[in-house]
């Protein structure tokens, strides 16, 4: 990595309170965070985030895009074994808050939803309780960071 | 590569009428092909899709992903420079029409949409006129393989 570059009032960069009131950090992969979304209205969903700031994946070089790409694709093999998933949505958005990331959002035939892209800022969100995000975060940090160990 | 297969009843495969109906191609980078979306709500929204059949990146090998991400990563830039964008869109579903397929979608401060994520199967679509389609894809054929010869 020749630079790390942060962004001030980005809150992938500080990792303030406004990151948190939308996602909770389950490990770091390469070059990139995974983070367990509030919003499970589709089990499983996550963000995966660059560690360092860029606004377009074309402004990395190809080894760090490579990386991060290789760091997606363990998550959603993960993410497909462990919720049963028919299908791996992915976004990358980010008109306002422009940080490389991607919404990751596994979905599942029998569910509603499966046939149409997922609602990125869903009008409710479904949150499930501390004791079952606690859980499916370490079930998830353990299995990404097997894959990861695996893969390198 | 390996392997390249394709699959009955998918359109990305076959090149049949159900893709005609909805995009035409540009241009083929070095592991997809690039298509003009006949939906113009977003000047420039385009479709990149693997030249062979999976479902998942994960499927594919390191280099096989670097290489599609690579072609995406040149289709972002030259929409970004061709469409004066703010920010490039990215959605991967595939929930129903699963051979791994990017939509890439320009997105500007100054028009409708700027701010969430783009729909991606609006209910009226803006088509543009043939001559204005031939133009555009012209355009796009032309810089997309100068900035792929480049990159090479």
Redesign the interface.
């Given at each position: 990595m020749t630079e790390m570059p942060m962004r001030v009032g980005c809150f992938y960069c500080e990792h303030n309170a406004e990151q948190d009131s939308k996602m909770t950090a389950i490990t770091s992969l390469s070059v990139s965070t995974v983070y367990l979304n509030h919003d499970q209205t589709y089990a499983g969903r996550v963000i995966v985030a660059l560690n360092w700031h860029v606004?377009?994946?074309?402004e990395?070089t190809?080894g760090q895009?490579?990386a991060f790409?290789?760091d997606?694709?363990?998550v959603?093999?993960v993410l497909?074994d462990v919720f049963w998933a028919?299908?791996?949505?992915?976004?990358?958005?980010?008109?306002?808050v422009?940080h490389l990331h991607v919404h990751m959002v596994p979905?599942k035939?029998s569910e509603a939803g499966?046939?149409?892209?997922?609602?990125?800022?869903p009008g409710s969100i479904k949150v499930i309780s501390p004791a079952q995000e606690a859980a499916r975060i370490e079930q998830l940090r353990k299995l990404l960071e097997e894959a990861a160990d695996e893969t390198f």
């Open positions: 606004d377009e994946m074309f990395l190809d895009r490579n790409f290789k997606v694709s363990i959603a093999q497909m028919d299908k791996i949505n992915y976004g990358i958005y980010g008109d306002l422009s979905k035939k499966f046939g149409e892209a997922f609602t990125n800022n």
